[in-house]
């Protein structure tokens, strides 16, 4: 009995070690990664991905991959999309900010659209806050079903002058375990422009 019990524990601390190291090489990769996105060229899943930046909103410029297509639906609203949308960046502005939406209000409001329109409960996966430049930048990622297909969504925000600024990078299916790090590449590259900055 003592024995098994000792092998059950020995298991249990090799994975964790295996755990650790795995999220101690993904943390050198994502590294890496943003300072390839950053260049206009990524290997990603063994194959290479370029990048280019567009402005948006006359506020801020983003490094998109050259794979995805843009739809714009209206000034306020980008999407870009890979050809069988298992890739997307979607980008929202809203033009007023009355109060600052805190990390824990839009968590919950996220989670209660999501739990009536899809029935199923998200699974967060990361979240925080960094600051760049001056400007404070929320950011989370979840993963959630969508049609039976699991979906990762990295979601950031930040407000610039008066409007709030979302963007959403998802990917699906088996592009999630090439993809999900990418999300996070972009927000990191992330560049400011606006005219409350240029008056500094």
Known sequence: MGEKYLDEVFLEKKKEYELLEYLKEKKKYDEKLYEYIRAGSADIG?????????RFFNSLSLAI????KSSDIDEN???FSSEIKDLNLILTRIESTP???TLKEYKEGLAEKMKKYAGLP???V???VKIKDKYKITYVSFLNPVDDIKSYNFIFYLV???STIMINFNCMGDRINEWDSVGKGIMEC????SDERERE
Not at 65 to 68: A, G, N, Q, T, V
Not at 190 to 193: G, H, I, N, T, Y
């Open 46 to 54: 063994g194959r290479e991905v370029k990048f280019h930046y567009e």
């Open 65 to 68: 991959p050259d794979e995805l």
């Open 77 to 79: 609203n980008k999407i």
């Open 99 to 101: 109060k600052e939406l």
């Open 122 to 124: 998200l699974k967060w």
């Open 126 to 128: 990361e979240e925080g």
């Open 160 to 162: 610039i002058e008066s």
């Open 190 to 193: 992330l560049e400011v422009f």
